[in-house]
């Protein structure tokens, strides 16, 4: 759905400033929602290239079996803080970026609820990363431990960079819950009159229940690294056996967050596709209320499905099957949402644009990822796959050709409503083809050599991986340097070269409302309804 509100989008509601700063004070000091999008969603790209070079290092190496590039605990470190860049600097603050551009537009309101808590939010981030990143310099290296930072090696076998660790994973917490604040906020308080809940579109719904689990998730994680920190330097056990404590509680408190986290990297991604494919398929979404609530379904069974992380700890039987069940009854929803999309296309006039072909993309790549998701759910061959470069596959085919592609899909979409030019289309489409290839042979044939007892995080691997890992590794450099083109998209039209963009840049949905009736000033607004 995608509907826009703003009928001027070159229009900046700046109610905060009689005139409008300029230069770095502009971009330093900006309490605007648009500003503050563009922010986040340059940040994010930047994390995407720092984290995607760590990749690179990662595949460099396993490129030949026996060690040629870095040692082990080098390794260790990209492997960490690949990661950790990965979710919290570039998919998380991408989604934040689109969510503060689009919202108040979608909504009909001038700007973020809390505009100051806005800029703030974002502003805090970058220092975050510097911290992490300024981690690997210390003595001893970086986080060595794996995105996950399970104890004891967080906490016994760690290095003082550990410290720097948990306070920037601290920064990076405050700025999801600010900005999951905001966009409650702004959702509940500042709809046009007339819109009410099921009239939002589903990008407002997916980030509104998005922002909930954010809540409820990051104390979670604040919880868990700051026992980690007191078990490492103020001789506290919560983790430690020795002193009575239990390394797999740890275990329990991170995938209690870990689990709301992966569906929060990939709810907003559901309302992106539901926006793009009625607009390109030239038909209402089908099923409106089924998608609110299997979004709302997906949400509230996150929470019931985190030990699947842990099957191989030792749980009982009963939890084993509780586990396996809710695991397997979170694909209920999910599925309603791929029918939907799928009855959406059906005997649509539908055309194949850069947003539409990475819309689809998500929806068939997305879905291979769901079914090793439901093979990884099912507890006596999940013994067999933990820890094995199958359950690599598996996620990397929900977070990069799931959350990455809806991140590209949405950027196509809207970046001519951003820049006021059109893209390029040809180049648009080079990059879809390139990056939809090079995904396939780096992902896929992980599945085999996963299934083959590869182990995952480790800098060497027996001889039989050879062949398949060669291909994994181009694989990746090719994914890797075809950002590249989306990189001289984006440049392109940021200078403001191409045709400029009309005011229904797809000749779809974009400025209409297809799912529901719209009331009657829904569509004429000239400035911004002023909230009371």
Known sequence: MSTVVDTHPDHDHDDHHDHKPTGIKRWLFTTNHKDIGTLYLLFSFLMFLVGGTMALVIRAELFQPGMQIVDPHFFNQMTTMHGLIMVFGAVMP??????????????????????????????????????????????????????????????????DSTALFVFAIHIMGISSIMGAINVIVTIMNMRAPGMSYMKMPLFVWTWFITAFLLIAVMPVLAGVVTMVLTDKYFATSFFDAAGGGDPVLFQHLFWFFGHPEVYIMILPSFGIVSAIIPAFARKPLFGYASMVYATAAIAGLSFLVWAHHMFTTGMPVFASLFFMYMTMLIAV???????????????????????????????????????????????????????????????????????????????YYWLPKWSGVMFDEGLAKLHFWCSVISVNILFFPMHFVGLAGMPRRIPDYALQFADINAVVSVGAFLFGFSQLIFLAVVVKCCMKKGEPAPAKPWEGAEGLEWEVPSPAPYHTFDTPPQIK
């Open 94 to 159: 991408a989604f934040t970026g689109l969510a503060n551009w689009m919202i108040p537009m979608m909504i009909g309101a001038p700007d973020m609820a809390l505009p100051r808590m806005n800029n703030w939010s974002f502003w805090i981030l970058p220092f975050a990363f510097i911290i992490l990143l300024s981690s690997m310099f210390m003595p001893g290296g970086g986080p060595a431990f794996g995105w996950t930072f399970y104890a004891p090696l967080s906490t016994t076998y760690s290095t």
């Open 333 to 411: 929803p999910t599925g309603v949402k791929i029918f939907n999309w799928v009855s959406t296309m059906w005997r649509g006039s539908m055309t194949f644009e850069a947003p539409m072909l990475f819309a689809l993309a998500f929806v068939i790549l997305f879905t291979i990822g769901g079914f090793s998701g439901i093979m990884l759910a099912i507890t006596p061959v999940d013994y067999q796959y933990h820890d094995t470069y199958f359950v690599v596959a598996h996620f990397h085919y929900v977070l990069v050709s799931g959350a990455v592609f809806s991140i590209m899909a949405a950027a």
